[in-house]
C-alpha cells in the first residue's frame, strides 16, 4: 500500500474524532460556577419611587426533575410607602431559564413565588406584606445567573435546548 492511500485512510478513520473535539454541540455551566457569579453579581441594590430594596445572600438549588431552578435570597426594604420602616426576610423563587444569545446570558424566566417571609411579621400589616410579596420578586424577574465570557460562535446562538440538570445547566445547540 502506497504511503499516500495509508495517510487518507489513516485521516478517514481519525476524522469522527477530529469532528468531534473540534464541532462543540454543547456548553456545560457546573453549579459551582452559578454560584461564583451570583454570589459577585449580589447584593442587588435598586431604587424604585416608593422604597430602597436589598437582595443578597442568594442560593441555587437545580430541579433537574421539574426543569427549573430555585433560587433563595434574603431581602433588606424600606421607604415611604413602608411607613419609613424597614423590613427583611427571605424570598424562594422557582423559575424557568431562557439564554439572551446577543449578551450571552443565563437568565430567570416565568419565576413562581414558592416562599416569602417577613422576619418580623409582627410589624408587617397585611398591606405591607402584600406591597413586598409584589415589589421583591418583582426585581429578581429576569435576573442574570451566568454570563458567557468565551467568543465561541455558538454562544451568539439560541440553543435547542436548555437542559438543567442536578451539576449543571447544559445548553444544547
Known amino acids: 500500500m502506497n504511503k499516500q492511500r495509508r495517510t487518507y485512510l489513516l485521516g478517514l478513520g481519525l476524522l469522527p474524532f477530529m469532528t468531534n473535539s473540534f464541532a462543540q454541540s454543547d456548553f456545560f455551566i457546573p453549579k459551582q460556577w452559578l454560584e461564583l457569579f451570583l454570589w459577585s453579581t449580589f447584593p ?31 431581602y433588606a426594604v424600606s421607604g415611604t410607602a413602608l411607613g419609613q420602616k424597614s423590613y427583611e426576610g427571605s424570598i424562594v423563587l422557582n423559575s424557568k431559564l431562557q439564554y439572551q444569545a446577543n449578551h450571552r446570558l443565563v437568565r430567570l424566566a416565568e419565576p413562581r413565588l414558592e416562599l416569602f417571609t417577613v422576619d418580623s411579621d409582627l410589624d ?22 451566568y454570563r458567557f465570557e468565551n467568543n465561541s460562535s455558538l454562544l451568539g446562538k439560541a440553543p435547542k435546548l436548555i437542559h438543567i440538570e442536578t451539576d449543571g445547566i447544559r445548553l444544547q445547540y
Open 124 to 145: 408587617a400589616s397585611q398591606q405591607i406584606t402584600s406591597i413586598l410579596k409584589k415589589l421583591v420578586p418583582a426585581l429578581l424577574e429576569q435576573q442574570v445567573i
Open 44 to 74: 442587588i441594590s435598586k431604587n424604585i419611587i416608593i422604597a430602597q430594596a436589598i437582595i443578597k445572600d442568594p442560593e441555587i438549588t437545580l430541579l433537574a426533575s421539574e426543569q427549573r431552578v430555585e433560587l433563595q435570597a434574603r
